[in-house]
């Protein structure tokens, strides 16, 4: 019996970025350099892991809109184009440094990565990775946790308990449709939690959730465990919380290790720095300048004069931090084990994308710091579900609103910048309750279309367009998304109400958000709040 | 960006806000002056917290990289959306343990019975802290008012208390006599700190023991808003002492 666990959650999502109706469309790079620089990866880290006979264990959140497009033909294919013209590039990059070697030995990494990429997604799973995320889900390596149908933001959501309802019921039935069993764990979007959350997540069946630290250091009793033990909310739902100690020394990009000036730095990149006659060819219409994935400077520090990368000082150093990880976290749990009950678990939830995206040398480091607590006498990797098993007696106590976004609640979700959307979107759920109760059992083109008017009214609810206009990365993007589901949503209400629904535009727009085959637009079914539910707050000091 | 209005905040309402953001008010202090003091300490909150953007945000602006001044792929220009939906409602959302955002419509009835009734002095909202859920925001044991515009349509509201219910009442105010048009959703503030009372459920652990606990939890460096005192100083004087690690 090891003296403590570590549960690692890579939690992994892009909006519905998908559009046939363009032979090519901007923003679904991001899905191609998320599966280039970080899927990938990190599945060619489990297939080595486990080769290598590595007792590891991991939890990964695989959200319905990232596993409608991995699934997707239609993306899988203009993938590989991506991939080609990748390849192509990094040749050409070959080529370009061959007088200048400390960026040519990079130049051929690249070359490396992105044709290993293009064999990997041709040759595995004929490209749908989501089949090799459940190869090691179904050999208990891996226990994935279901997410919100389109990774709304929950508490904003909370006075309209049908939307709540409708974005855990589509997120815990998509889950089943790729895996093919029940989730047990939850991931709310963005760890936000409303109270009464919780009673939504226990009508599917879901036994745990995460929130942030102070989500349960503030919540309604002071934790005997810290966040160190899941509590338990009145509903006998687990808690686990964020612990902000270890994960922000991951996190961190002005303290963290990705902030180490040996590592690749994020922001120079040849998209920006190069002749648009060179690297037009690589940017959409030849002209609108944006990252191509190829860096060839390290972080160096706060200068302008950033310094050659350096691979293999790189990779040593993401060693080194992976040992000093492991290090602080045996340290950790051997102080803890002297002051708790039981046996202390410190949870480790990161968005997937920060490995090898963000932080190019984060997969290296995830991979030393697997094997680091597999050699350990004093670490375990666990799963939530694994250590609920062995620990299920849980200190009650009602977690408190909360999220890990910046200050710690709704403001990245809810300033000047997006406050605008709410109105529509809370419409948008209005009209769609009101749709089901005027329609509760139609067939043919009418249940079309009301199944496409619920598609629509949960991707108006993503939480990627408040944040894109809070962060003003893609602000036209997101805003034209945002306003089109809810004018596809307003477009069924009305062509309802006059009993004429146009087969043509229902058809395109079936083919466009083509996601959630399953869905039935009764999961809208009710606005009722059911008992303790969010839109009834507990009353302060008096818990159910 | 919409400010609100610390005028109608009662003379207690703002020195617990005074309290919670560290201002230290002098006893000579006049209303006016207690009210600018709290004005100041808010804009300077609100400036500090907007340049400490949280490494979760960082990492998921990295996904979205398309630079801002790029137009979508797809030139059409997307629906223009209403403004509004001709109906009298007002919602509350929630943002965090120190303010809530407000939105409201008013239906053309009663948009354009306001306007050219005799005797309309104003359109108020009526922030209420409640006792329980209670629709009736008639028996709320406190409330203040911000005077609106018909052209406003919503607001960032501050909570003077934290652990409590509020509601907001949209009010048209004809002749002295306060009409209420529409109520809202009630919501729940937190707390937004430690609480004090350890669970009655016959741990071993000491009270102790729970401090030093939480204080590994690197409560001091939360990237949180900060409402009150919310760390008690005890566990904050096990943080001083550096007992991570040791």
């Known amino acids: 019996m090891k003296r403590g666990h570590v549960i690692l959650l890579l939690h992994a999502h892009l909006p519905f970025v998908r559009h046939p109706e363009e032979g090519s469309f901007l923003e679904e790079t991001w899905l191609f350099e998320a599966i280039s620089e970080t899927y990938l990866p990190l599945l060619r880290m489990l297939d080595r892991l486990d080769s290598d006979d590595v007792p590891f264990r991991l939890a990964v959140s695989l959200s319905p809109t990232l596993v409608a497009m991995l699934q997707d033909q239609l993306l899988q294919g203009r993938y590989r184009a991506y991939c080609a013209r990748m390849v192509d590039l990094a040749q050409r990059e070959v080529e370009r440094t061959r007088s200048q070697p400390d960026f040519n030995r990079v130049a051929r990494l690249y070359l490396d990565l992105h044709e290993q990429n293009l064999r990997d997604f041709a040759n595995a799973f004929d490209g749908d990775l989501t089949r090799w995320f459940d190869l090691y889900y179904k050999r208990g390596r891996l226990e994935i946790v279901a997410t919100a149908a389109t990774h709304a933001y929950l508490p904003l959501y909370t006075q309209h308990p049908a939307a709540v309802r409708a974005q855990i019921s589509v997120g815990v039935q998509e889950h089943a449709r790729a895996f093919g069993k029940a989730p047990r764990g939850f991931w709310l979007p963005e760890c936000g939690?409303?109270?009464?959350?919780?009673?939504?997540?226990?009508?599917?069946?879901?036994?745990y959730f995460f929130v942030a630290s102070h989500g349960v250091v503030f919540g309604e009793h002071r934790p005997n465990s810290g966040v160190y033990?899941?509590?338990?909310?009145?509903?006998?739902?687990?808690?686990?919380?964020?612990?902000?100690?270890?994960?922000?020394?991951?996190?961190?990009?002005?303290?963290?290790?990705?902030?180490?000036?040996?590592?690749?730095?994020?922001?120079?990149?040849?998209?920006?720095d190069l002749p648009l006659d060179y690297i037009g060819d690589f940017l959409p219409d030849r002209s609108i300048r944006m990252s191509t994935g190829f860096k060839y400077y390290a972080v160096t520090g706060r200068t302008?004069?950033?310094?050659?990368?350096?691979?293999?000082?790189?990779?040593?150093?993401?060693?080194?931090?992976?040992?000093?990880?492991?290090?602080?976290?045996?340290?950790?749990?051997?102080?803890?084990?002297?002051?708790?009950?039981?046996?202390?678990?410190?949870?480790?939830?990161?968005?997937?994308?920060?490995?090898?995206?963000?932080?190019?040398?984060?997969?290296?480091?995830?991979?030393?710091?697997?094997?680091?607590?597999?050699?350990?006498?004093?670490?375990e990797l666990t799963t939530p579900s694994e250590y609920l098993k062995q620990s299920p007696d849980l200190q009650a106590s009602a977690p408190a609103f909360s999220s890990w976004g910046s200050k710690g609640y709704s403001e990245v979700w809810l300033d000047g910048s997006n406050d605008w959307v709410y109105r529509h979107t809370h419409k948008a759920v209005e009209r769609m309750a009101e749709l089901v109760h005027r329609f509760p059992d139609?067939?043919?083109?009418?249940?079309?279309?009301?199944?496409?008017?619920?598609?629509?009214?949960?991707?108006?609810?993503?939480?990627?367009?408040?944040f894109i206009m809070h962060a003003g990365t893609a602000v036209p993007y997101a805003v034209r998304r945002l306003k089109d589901h809810v004018a596809n949503v307003a477009h069924v209400y009305e062509a309802l109400g006059r009993g004429t629904v146009g087969t043509e535009w229902l058809t395109r727009v079936e083919r466009q958000h083509n996601l959630f085959p399953d869905i039935d637009y009764r999961v809208f079914a009710s606005d009722s709040p059911s008992p303790g539910s969010p839109s009834t707050p507990p009353v302060p000091g008096r818990q159910p | 960006m919409y400010l609100p209005s610390l005028s109608d905040a009662s003379y207690e309402a703002l020195l617990?806000?005074?309290?919670?953001?560290?201002?230290?008010?002098?006893?000579?202090?006049?209303?006016?002056?207690l009210e600018e003091m709290v004005e100041d300490a808010l804009e300077e909150w609100r400036q500090e917290q907007g340049d400490r953007a949280s490494s979760t945000v960082r990492v998921e602006e990295s996904k979205f990289g398309s630079p801002a001044q790029a137009q979508p792929s797809d030139a059409q220009v997307s629906t223009e959306l209403p403004d509004r939906y001709n109906e009298t409602r007002v919602v509350l959302m929630l943002r965090d343990p120190s303010w809530a955002f407000a939105y409201w419509d008013l239906s053309d009835g009663d948009r354009s019975a306001l306007g050219g009734a005799?005797?309309?002095?104003?359109?108020?909202?009526?922030?209420?802290?409640?006792?329980?859920?209670?629709?009736?925001?008639?028996?709320?044991?406190?409330?203040?008012?911000?005077?609106?515009?018909?052209?406003?349509?919503?607001?960032?509201?501050?909570?003077?208390?934290?652990?409590?219910?509020?509601?907001?009442?949209?009010?048209?105010?004809?002749?002295?006599?306060?009409?209420?048009?529409?109520?809202?959703?009630?919501?729940?503030v937190p707390r937004g700190t430690v609480a004090d009372d350890p669970a009655d459920d016959g741990t071993a652990v000491s009270s102790q023991s729970v401090d030093e606990i939480i204080a590994?939890?690197?409560?001091?460096?939360?990237?949180?808003?900060?409402?009150?005192?919310?760390?008690?100083?005890?566990?904050?004087?096990?943080?001083?002492?550096?007992?991570?690690?040791?």
């Open chain 2, 16 to 33: 617990r806000l005074a309290d919670t953001y560290g201002v230290d008010v002098p006893e000579s202090a006049t209303r006016a002056e």
């Open chain 2, 216 to 246: 590994q939890t690197g409560i001091r460096d939360f990237d949180v808003m900060v409402t009150g005192k919310p760390v008690p100083q005890r566990i904050l004087d096990l943080v001083d002492e550096e007992l991570l690690f040791h």
């Open chain 1, 442 to 466: 139609e067939s043919g083109l009418r249940r079309r279309a009301l199944n496409q008017c619920a598609r629509e009214v949960l991707l108006s609810q993503a939480s990627d367009w408040p």
């Open chain 1, 193 to 207: 939690y409303a109270p009464g959350i919780e009673s939504y997540l226990a009508e599917h069946g879901i036994r």
């Open chain 2, 118 to 188: 005799d005797g309309f002095e104003a359109l108020l909202l009526q922030v209420h802290s409640m006792d329980d859920d209670s629709e009736d925001v008639s028996g709320s044991s406190d409330h203040y008012e911000i005077p609106i515009s018909l052209l406003d349509n919503r607001w960032y509201l501050n909570l003077p208390d934290q652990d409590r219910l509020y509601r907001l009442a949209l009010v048209a105010r004809v002749d002295s006599v306060d009409s209420v048009l529409a109520v809202s959703n009630l919501i729940a």
């Open chain 1, 304 to 379: 302008d004069q950033k310094l050659p990368y350096d691979p293999q000082r790189a990779s040593r150093k993401a060693v080194e931090h992976a040992e000093n990880f492991v290090y602080n976290q045996q340290r950790r749990i051997e102080r803890l084990a002297t002051l708790m009950d039981r046996t202390p678990v410190v949870s480790c939830p990161f968005d997937a994308e920060l490995f090898g995206h963000w932080w190019f040398e984060g997969p290296q480091w995830l991979e030393a710091t697997i094997r680091r607590i597999a050699e350990s006498d004093d670490l």
């Open chain 1, 229 to 272: 033990a899941p509590t338990k909310c009145h509903n006998g739902v687990a808690t686990f919380a964020r612990d902000y100690a270890s994960t922000n020394a991951v996190w961190s990009s002005d303290e963290g290790y990705p902030a180490d000036v040996a590592y690749r730095d994020f922001y120079r990149d040849i998209g920006h």
